[in-house]
């Protein structure tokens, strides 16, 4: 069943099944478009790591000094991945273990300073490969994508 939503000028609107329809193909030219963006921004590497261990040090450096436990939390992985991710970027030098004095037992992380460079270099290479598609577009489609981004933000609410 189609149910009519009627317009201002008294003409009929476009069905609420029609809206879902287009709701439903905005989704997907929107999921398309960012999973390529993602793909090529994710291409954009520095100092040898995977896209896995740069996650993990930006999550790490956005928590301060997470256990193991809390940065596999936030990762969304199991406590033995991410125990050897951590050991990986440790021996890397990006990352440096934490034992907590007043427990042995429980282990914390900290981003290293060499950890800290790479991952600078790493967003500085990622905004350069966009500020330089950015700078194909007009000044108006600029601003009409600072709209988007604003409404990009918006969704990703929690």
Known sequence: MT????STAG??????EEDTDAQAALAARLRLAVTRLHRLLRQ?????LTPSQ????STAERLGTPTLGELASAEQ????SMT????ALEAAGMLERLVEPADGRVVRVRVSP????????IRSLRNAVLAKRLRRL???EQQRLSDVVSLLERLVER
């Not at 003409?11 to 609420?16: D, E, Q, R, T």
Request: proline letters at 11%; a positive charge; glycine letters at 14%.
């Open 3 to 6: 149910v009519s939503v009627s």
């Open 54 to 57: 740069i996650s993990a040090l």
């Open 114 to 121: 060499d950890g800290r460079r790479t991952l600078q270099r």
């Open 11 to 16: 003409a009929p609107g476009p069905s609420l």
């Open 84 to 87: 050897r991710m951590a050991g």
């Open 44 to 48: 954009q590497v520095a100092g040898g």
């Open 138 to 140: 007009s000044d108006e």
């Open 77 to 80: 992985v199991q406590p033995p």
